[in-house]
């Protein structure tokens, strides 16, 4: 027996046995609505066994462990959602639902996370900070993308790597420091003051999604252009807009909403209740806000909006960012 076959046998032996538990669980453990969720997840599994023993002598190239893989992920990703969506709608009776799937439905939540003073502030304060955040990390990040692109050296491969390096680094670490510098010069209520912090995120994901852009850019076509004649107003229209702006259009929405989910400088300035940013205010509204636990998701759940849509809508530009390395 081949490798390849061994391999996905072992494959479909192990979806048909998480989706046999499963299916034993949901019918045996679980009631309700609920128990439809169990009994789906454990069809889809069984299925992937089944197909899978049905095609381990194939000659195409299909890891079942992959899609395996795939089908635990969407589940361990849906799964958060739907229960947000249910906490989000259950009506407001004091006590938190016990089905994952949502019994009765009140969308009254949703004008309470837009209606409550704290939550609309530090959204506010959210959108304003990275908004502010990624325009300026872009006016620094396409300059130095473009030197990294065309200026091949040692010393760029060098620059980039340090680059690389703050992305992973943990920031929270930097964080402290920098509001106390911002405390000293009296600067710690000024709404803007987290723009401070937060470049140390944005300005290195922003020049590595701005390298990942400008690389791939027929720098060729450019040039013609400007033998041509044309003016600067022309190679923008002709060269700029339609080659390299859909690009950074979509890295400078990456970049902002990383910065808008960014916790880190939220709960370094919590301290401040006027620039207080809503990542943070969301985790601990709970305990110091008066808006309740359906309201908090339910505001998760309009930020999660715009995300998707936009994911729906170039997720090959998306996929193309985030999936290339500079080389």
Known sequence: MSPTIRSRLAASATAFLLG???????????????????????????????VGVIISDSPRRVSVWSVVGLELMIAFTLAPLVWMFTLATAPDIGTTPTAMLPQRLDWSAFGEALGDADLRGA?????????????????????AARMLTRERSRLTSRIYLAVVTLILAPLIVLQGAIAEQLRVFGLIGWRLAPVVPMLLLTVPLATWLCVSVLRDVP?????????????TGDEFRRFVVPVIGPGLLVAAFITFVVALNDLAVGAVMMSSQSSRLLPATMLFASGDSGAGESAVMALALLL????????????????????????
Do not use: C, H, Q
């Open 123 to 143: 959204l506010l304060n959210s959108l304003l900070v990275s908004f502010v955040a990624t325009v300026t990390s872009l006016a620094i990040a396409i300059p």
């Open 20 to 50: 046999f538990v499963l299916a034993n669980y949901g019918i045996l453990r679980v009631i309700g609505p609920d128990r439809w969720l169990w009994l789906a997840s454990a069809i889809i599994l069984m299925v992937t066994g089944a």
């Open 219 to 231: 720098w060729t076509l450019r040039d013609a252009i400007r033998v041509e004649g044309a003016s």
């Open 304 to 327: 999660l909006l715009p995300t998707l849509a936009v994911l729906l809508a170039v997720p090959r530009k998306i996929l193309l960012l985030l999936g290339r390395t500079y080389r």
